[in-house]
């Protein structure tokens, strides 16, 4: 989590929401993300996408079975869509987000009928210190 972390200031400091991201495989970070839709022109320039996709460049293969994704905030749906044909093994987030979050929030996304692959859900992990990167961030901006 402090890999994705330090991702999230590397958003904050772009001016991007911070939310940031890290793909592992066998304990080694293989992929790398922060938001960058403002700066990318992107909508689906979110934090997990820009780490799955560095991460089936560099192993050569869009399934990452096996793989654990980090990110600071509770996924979107699109996020949570991208796990599933990704083929990663475990989530691990640190905030819930309570307005888009779709694993627990609004949503339990990961468990919606007709997906052809699971993935183990685990978190809360270092969650105050995700929860105050956004709320620093939106407070600044207010």
Partial sequence: MDAALDQARVARDAGEVP??????IDGEIVGRGFNQPLASGDPT?????VAIREAARRVGNYRLTGAALYVTIEP???CVGALVHARIGTLVFGALEPKMGAVTSTVRGAELPGHNHRFEI????????????MQEFFRQRR
């Fill in 45 to 49: 320039a979110h934090a997990e996408i």
């Fill in 122 to 133: 685990v978190s809360g992990v270092r969650e105050a210190e995700c929860r105050e990167l």
């Fill in 76 to 78: 979107c749906l699109m």
């Fill in 19 to 24: 939310i940031g991201a890290v793909v592992s």
